[in-house]
């Protein structure tokens, strides 16, 4: 079946604008993710979904961060008032469970997303 | 939270077993160990998971000692399409999910 999608591949926005990033996880997983890479860098754990549900929000790096999830499926983060630091990679996964369980997840392509 | 320790970069050569080590001295009883490959402008691709012992799939093993305190990924007679950055990840709580920094490996003809 299909992996998990995102959109857009590239994103090139000025300071201050706002961004929007969608994920489109695997059908019927209900556990999806959101991470950050830099560049060269590791993987920066963002949120956490089960279900609509985000139980822990502590990895958004600030409140302009925010992320929703509707019908149990796709979500989206945005981004307010971009700043270059901003600038990275931006990863969703999604998995069958999610934690305890340690099951696999499913990474889509990501978003490149450039602040000028 | 278990950190993850893993070397910054390997080399080797096409044909080749390679053994990656990471170590996770905190790592706690309910966690996994997880490996993960990525390629360049990918995000990245599940290798092998496993909670003691040996684990065995068709692309990699994964060696995991008594006390847990540190995992091998091994990569039996690799080629050049192997060259990427290797993640150990361990955790089992959404919150105790720490990704180490990655190997880079170099696959040479």
């Known amino acids: 079946g299909a992996g998990v999608s995102q959109s857009p591949s590239n994103k090139v926005t000025e300071k201050g604008k706002d961004v929007e990033l969608r994920c489109d996880p695997i059908?019927?997983?209900?556990?999806l993710y959101w991470y950050r890479q830099s560049l060269g860098q590791g993987l920066e754990f963002l949120i956490y979904?089960?279900?609509?549900?985000?139980?822990?929000k502590s990895g958004l790096p600030s409140d302009r961060f925010s992320a929703e999830r509707t019908g149990g499926s796709v979500s989206t983060l945005t981004i307010q008032r971009t700043q270059q630091e901003d600038s990275a990679v931006y990863l969703c996964?999604?998995?069958?469970?999610?934690?305890?369980?340690?099951?696999?997840?499913?990474f889509g392509p990501g978003t490149r997303l450039t602040v000028l | 939270l278990a950190k993850t320790t893993q070397p910054i970069s390997m080399d080797s050569y096409e044909g080749q077993e390679v053994n990656i080590t990471c170590s996770h001295n905190?790592?706690?009883?309910?966690?996994?160990i997880t490996w993960y490959q990525q390629f360049p402008s990918q995000g990245p691709r599940f290798i092998i998971q496993?909670?003691?012992?040996?684990v065995t799939n068709e692309v990699a093993s994964l060696f995991i000692p008594a006390d847990r305190k540190s995992s091998t990924l091994s990569l039996p007679r690799v080629s050049l399409s192997d060259t990427a950055v290797y993640y150990c990840?361990?955790?089992?709580?959404?919150?105790?999910?720490?990704w180490g920094a990655g190997t880079k490996l170099i696959i040479k003809p």
């Open positions: 979904f089960q279900g609509n549900s985000a139980p822990d």
């Open positions: 496993g909670y003691k012992t040996k």
């Open positions: 905190n790592i706690a009883t309910n966690d996994y």
């Open positions: 059908s019927g997983h209900t556990a």
């Open positions: 996964a999604s998995s069958l469970t999610g934690p305890p369980r340690g099951d696999t997840q499913y």
């Open positions: 990840l361990v955790g089992s709580y959404y919150y105790q999910l720490i």
